[in-house]
Nanobody, 122 residues
Framework: VQLQASGGGLVQAGGSLRLSCAAS??????TAWYRQAPGKQRELVAA???????NYADSVKGRFTISRDNAKNTVYLQMNSLKPEDTAVYYC???????????????????WGQGTQVTVSS
């Protein structure tokens, strides 16, 4: 499975961006968005299962929404009310095997896309 992330850019604080993660084939398990800011560890932002159950980091709850379009093999991350601390490289990741609970460790994901830079200016 190949993942192609897109949609990053420069936006002012309070603005919005939508990231897309297009997969080369159907993903029957979890797809996630991670981010990594300079000097910080990579962290899970949001994840969505094939049944559309979701999981969010506390820092983005109420501001970010993850969704998927199975017909297009694409997962989206709608980011609203962006803050400077959201600045990071965002990566999408997909898991091969099904799993009831949301995988929260990056080693639990088998496929990774290239990153897309999100920069939020104050």
């Amino acid at each position: 499975v190949q993942l192609q992330a897109s949609g990053g850019g420069l936006v002012q604080a309070g603005g919005s961006l939508r990231l897309s993660c297009a997969a080369s084939t159907s993903v029957l398990s979890w797809t996630a968005w991670y981010r990594q800011a300079p000097g910080k560890q990579r962290e899970l932002v949001a994840a969505i299962n094939s049944d559309r159950s979701t999981n969010y980091a506390d820092s983005v709850k109420g501001r970010f929404t993850i969704s998927r379009d199975n017909a297009k093999n694409t997962v989206y991350l709608q980011m609203n009310s962006l803050k400077p601390e959201d600045t990071a490289v965002y990566y999408c990741a997909a898991r091969r095997a099904t799993m009831f609970r949301c995988p929260t460790n990056d080693f639990q994901y088998d496929y990774w896309g290239q990153g897309t830079q999100v920069t939020v200016s104050s």
